[in-house]
């Protein structure tokens, strides 16, 4: 259910002939980088660097954000009723399940250049794009709705479990990509306190980030957003009326961050629809906030 949580944070990569990135970088890596600045100026895409291995800030911080999730996923299970041993498989299934579903994704997308190029099959982990994330919360989705089959669990009550977890996993996820540089904001004022500004090109050759540019760190909202709806469910999952309850507020809480984050991040990349009214990201949202919507409309009408 998160963007290479375990790949990027393991896997050793060797920097040259790393591929990805929007097609902006050429151009970018050679224009004249201007001294950075704002308070979170000084973020970069590697945590750890010795000689030519490099563990990366996304993956290492999605890495940490996935343990924080098992491990309040097992507080929330005893809440919510349930084994605490199958709520953990079942995430770490889940988890996984997203894995191979971007990398499969990754492999496809870029299978001309793997074909070329062997060897960056280990590398095409650090390529980031909503489509790969889109495409490992869905593989990580249907893992969950199997595991909830075989075993015969309690769907409502296992989404109430998974809730504040998953939104406390997002939130990781987004400091990565801040740290990174994926899903960059749009062009802020040079005035903006808060601005960030990159200036490593391995976030312009991982996630095509302009260099030298201030932007508005819209990673940085997201995981604000998504941390106040972890400790928001954290409170509701005691006390909640129904089975669902839960749930349905995470789905509302996660589409509401979604749209209205997506509207200070930069559109390259991320579809446009209705003549760009809205972004793909939006769009999902909106069906999150429709999902919830419909999940405690249901609950409160068989109360």
């Known amino acids: ?107 496809l997308a870029n299978w ?29 989705a249907a893992a969950v709705a199997v595991y909830i089959r075989l075993r015969r669990l309690p769907a409502r009550a296992v989404a109430d479990a998974l809730a504040a977890p998953l939104a406390l996993g997002l939130a990781f996820e987004q400091l ?20 960030v500004t990159y200036t490593s090109v391995l976030a312009a050759r991982w996630s095509g980030t302009p260099l030298g540019v201030p932007l508005h760190p819209a990673q940085a909202y997201a995981a604000i957003g998504f941390f106040l709806l972890a400790i928001l469910l954290l409170f509701l999952l005691p006390v909640r009326r129904q089975a669902g309850d839960a749930a349905g507020l995470c789905l509302l809480g996660l589409g509401v961050v979604i749209y209205f984050t997506e509207i200070w991040r930069d559109p390259e990349g991320r579809g446009s629809l209705l003549r760009g009214a809205i972004d793909g990201p939006q769009l999902a949202a909106a069906l999150l906030v429709i999902a919830g919507g419909l999940l405690l409309r249901e609950r409160e009408a068989g109360a």
């Open 1 to 107: 259910m998160l963007t290479a949580p375990w790949a990027g944070f393991l896997l050793f990569l060797f920097l040259p002939g790393v591929p990805g990135g929007s097609g902006r970088f050429p151009d970018r890596c050679c224009a004249l980088i201007p001294p950075p600045r704002g308070i979170l100026a000084a973020v970069h895409p590697v945590l750890l660097h010795f000689g030519s291995v490099v563990i990366p800030s996304y993956g290492a911080l999605a890495a940490v954000g996935a343990l924080a999730a098992l491990f309040l996923a097992q507080s929330t299970a005893r809440q919510a009723r349930l084994d605490p041993g199958q709520v953990w498989n079942l995430c770490v299934a889940a988890m996984f399940s997203g894995l191979i579903g971007e990398r499969l994704v990754l492999l």
């Open 112 to 140: 001309s250049a793997v074909r070329a190029h062997p060897s960056w099959i280990l590398e095409i982990a650090m390529i980031h794009h909503p489509l790969v994330a889109g495409s490992g919360i869905a593989a990580g």
């Open 176 to 195: 990565g990509a801040l740290l990174a540089g994926a899903g960059y904001g749009a062009e802020a004022s040079p005035s903006l306190p808060w601005a």
